[in-house]
């Protein structure tokens, strides 16, 4: 990617304060677009983007963000689909309000900010919408019922949406980590009762034989993203060190 990729257009990311999202952020910025954070915790990824307070969980502080972009660039071009919560246990760990409320940020959290967008979207000339989901929506992980059940729900909903809107000339696209080098898998690890060993877990779970880097998966958002991918919708493109596709003896 290079700096025309995105001249002119504006791009608001959810959940850029870390992580993939603030990786998004600033590769996005660096090539050429114009920025919108918005975050429970907004920040300005060092001028990189217009920092929004925002609550996924809530239809009113969604629509007031986009307002607030829309007013201050006078149009949308790009979202990213980044905010999301974890959750660890099998099926039996979490009670209903807790599948309630990472649902209610990782799926509903999608609708709320994609539904306030559409109609900038709709006049945008080579509008995107580009969802984070993940490795678990379709490989079984062990301790990870309730967030591959949204992550799952994520990509049906990236295909349901693309088939929407292509005739309107909207792309809609998502992005499939595998584990990734992030603050969250951070405090997984910290929480184990022999990091190390997890962590060597992890790495070995993917073929490459290390984590995903937020980086890789920015770049990927990037692509999908871009102008230059105009034939590409209705994809999921892993970045995942190979673990979708591969088994290595």
């Given amino acids: 990617m290079s700096e025309p990729d995105f001249a002119g257009m504006v791009a608001v990311v959810t959940g850029g304060s870390s992580g993939i ?3 998004t952020v600033r590769l996005l910025a660096q090539c050429g677009a114009l920025v ?22 809530d239809d009113g502080s969604v629509r007031s963000a986009i307002a607030e972009v829309v007013d201050r660039f006078g149009r949308l071009d790009v979202l990213v689909n980044n905010a999301g919560i974890g959750a660890q246990g099998d099926v039996s760990a979490n009670d209903d309000e807790e599948w309630h409320r990472v649902f209610d940020v990782n799926v509903l959290g999608m609708v709320r900010v994609s539904r306030a967008a559409l109609p900038y979207l709709r006049r945008a000339p080579a509008a995107a919408v580009v969802n984070t989901c993940s490795i678990v929506a379709t490989a079984g992980l062990p301790q990870r019922a309730l967030y591959s059940a949204t992550k799952g729900a994520v990509l049906s909903l990236t ?15 998502c992005v499939a980590p595998g584990t990734a080098d992030t603050p969250w898998v951070g405090r997984l690890l910290g929480r184990a009762a022999d990091p190390e060993a997890e962590l060597a877990a992890l790495r070995a779970r993917q073929p490459m034989g290390r984590l995903v880097s937020a980086a890789e998966v920015a770049n990927a958002i990037a692509y999908l993203a871009s102008p230059l991918s105009g034939s590409t919708t209705g994809t999921v493109l892993a970045v995942d060190g190979g673990m979708h596709g591969l088994r290595l003896r």
């Fill in 159 to 173: 295909l349901a949406m693309a088939a929407d809107h292509v005739r309107e000339g909207i792309r809609v696209n």
């Fill in 21 to 23: 999202g603030l990786a």
């Fill in 36 to 57: 919108a954070n918005l975050d429970l915790a907004p920040d300005a990824a060092d001028g990189a983007a217009l920092a929004v307070k925002c609550d996924v969980a």
